[in-house]
C-alpha cells in the first residue's frame, strides 16, 4: 500500500479489517521506496466510529461483538494533534534513514567505481609488462626477455640448458620482392610453426 505511492510524507487511514487508524511513512532512497515504517492501530477522536460502526466491523471479521467492543475499551483515544507528533518524529526518524541509505548507495557505488579502476590499472598493468617481453608482430618473446632468460640460465648451476637458434631464409629477398606487409607474413606463419612444436615450458623468442 505504502510502496504504490512513493510518498515520504506520513499517510493516514483506517484498516479495513481491524477498524482502527493506522499511519505509514516511506524510507527512499533516490525516489525508490526501500522500507516503510509503520504506526498503527490507534482511535483518534477526529475519525472515532459510531458503536453500530464498530459492530459492522465485528461481524464482518466474524468475530464477537461483545469481546470486539471490549477490546476497543483498552485502547485510549488520542486526538489528531498527539497521533502528528508522533508521525513528525518517525518521519524525522525515516529521513535520516533515507540519508544515510542514500550516503550508503554513493559509497557501494564509488568502491564499485574503484574496484573497475583498479581491476583496469591491473590489466594495464600486465598488458604493459607482456608489450615489453612480448614482440608486436609475432607475439613470441622479444630480444630483452632473451637476454634476460640468458642471464638467469646462465647464473644458475643446478640445471641444464638446451638453446635451438635459427634464421628465416630468404626473408630479405621476400621483403624486396614482395614487400614487407608479405615479409611479415612469413614470420607470423615460422613463429605459429615454432609454438605449436614447442613444448609449453619452452621460451621461443625472437631475437633479430
Given at each position: 500500500y505504502?510502496?504504490?505511492?512513493?510518498?515520504?510524507?506520513p499517510m493516514i487511514w483506517r484498516c479495513k479489517s481491524a477498524g482502527l487508524i493506522d499511519a505509514g511513512i516511506n524510507i527512499m532512497v533516490e525516489g525508490e521506496h526501500i522500507?516503510?515504517?509503520?504506526?498503527?492501530?490507534?482511535?483518534?477522536?477526529?475519525?472515532?466510529?459510531?458503536?453500530?460502526?464498530y459492530r459492522a466491523i465485528a461481524r464482518a471479521m466474524r468475530i464477537d461483538e461483545e469481546k470486539y467492543l471490549n477490546g476497543l475499551k483498552n485502547i485510549p483515544v488520542m486526538n489528531m494533534e498527539k497521533f502528528k507528533s508522533i508521525l513528525d518524529a518517525f518521519t524525522i526518524l525515516a529521513n535520516q534513514l533515507s540519508e544515510l541509505g542514500y550516503h550508503n548507495l554513493q559509497q557501494k557505488r564509488k568502491i564499485k567505481e574503484l574496484e573497475i579502476a583498479e581491476s583496469n590499472l591491473q590489466q594495464g598493468s600486465v598488458q604493459l609488462q607482456e608489450m615489453a617481453v612480448k614482440?608486436?608482430?609475432?607475439?613470441?618473446?622479444?630480444?630483452t626477455k632473451f637476454e634476460q632468460l640468458m642471464e638467469e640460465y646462465g647464473a644458475r648451476k643446478d640445471c641444464k640448458v638446451c638453446m635451438v637458434s635459427g634464421d628465416a631464409n630468404n626473408l630479405k629477398l621476400t621483403n624486396d620482392i614482395f614487400g614487407h606487409e608479405e615479409g611479415d607474413k612469413l614470420l607470423k606463419q615460422i613463429a605459429d610453426a615454432l609454438l605449436q612444436e614447442a613444448d609449453p615450458?619452452?621460451?621461443?623468442?625472437r631475437c633479430g
Open positions: 505504502l510502496s504504490a505511492y512513493k510518498n515520504p510524507s522500507a516503510s515504517i509503520l504506526v498503527g492501530q490507534v482511535r483518534l477522536q477526529e475519525n472515532e466510529l459510531s458503536e453500530s460502526e614482440d608486436a608482430l609475432t607475439g613470441l618473446y622479444n630480444r615450458w619452452a621460451y621461443v623468442c
